[in-house]
Nanobody
Framework: QVQLVESGGGLVQAGGSLRLSCAAS????????MSWFRQAPGKQRELVAA???????NYADSVKGRFTISRDNAKNTAYLQMNSLKPEDTAVYYC??????????????WGQGIQVTVSS
């Protein structure tokens, strides 16, 4: 019912930057929180950053000072600006959103994931 589409991933050298986008579509009344997770090969999925509808943010310690999460509520879109990238940031990045539909129960959805590769 709610689709999340990520874009902006790719290959970048260490020290470089990327900006991920996550666009939500569907019969959405409101989105309470949007988050970015990542999963590296052989590791568990971990929270990278989250943002509430009011703009409150939360970051993993490993990305504080380098990554910035933001959102455009009018467009139901979240962004993740990633600066000073390190090889250990290499992972598949997933967008997640939860909120309310115009009809039906609250939703929680995941994007399909997008690859970010940082070369040394």
């Amino acid at each position: 019912q709610v689709q999340l589409v990520e874009s902006g991933g790719g290959l970048v050298q260490a020290g470089g930057s990327l900006r991920l986008s996550c666009a939500a579509s569907g019969s959405i009344l409101s989105i309470n929180a949007m988050s970015w997770f990542r999963q590296a090969p052989g590791k568990q999925r971990e929270l990278v950053a989250a943002i509430t509808s009011g703009g409150g943010t939360n970051y993993a310690d490993s990305v504080k000072g380098r990554f910035t999460i933001s959102r455009d509520n009018a467009k139901n879109t979240a962004y993740l600006q990633m600066n000073s990238l390190k090889p250990e940031d290499t992972a598949v990045y997933y967008c997640s959103a939860r909120g309310l539909l115009r009809v039906g129960p609250p939703f929680g959805s995941w994007g399909q994931g997008i690859q970010v590769t940082v070369s040394s």
